[in-house]
């Protein structure tokens, strides 16, 4: 295991503590709360890879694609978790208090 795999494991920390405070930061200037899921999901997918690309990752060729998919499948799981998978549902699909 390199470094930089260890750092790929720790990044995951500051992500999950920044992710939340900036969608807060978005709702209280606007956002409608039925969309910070997404605004979660966004924002850590970009904090991923500018962090990858801080760290001098320079991706070539096809190894944008695979970076890229790790970019995205990292930022869905760090903006679910950073959002509240199940407090998320809530908001995306109401539930129906309606009888009948």
Known sequence: ???H???ELVAGVPVLVIVPALVELAKRHGLPVRYAGGAAVALATMLLAIGDLALGMRPGGGEIVT???GWIIG???YGLAAAGLYSQRDH???RD???G
């Open 97 to 99: 208090t309606t009888d």
């Open 75 to 77: 930022g869905v799981i």
């Open 1 to 3: 295991m390199t470094i």
């Open 67 to 69: 970076a890229g998919a």
């Open 5 to 7: 795999d260890h750092v």
């Open 92 to 94: 995306v699909l109401p």
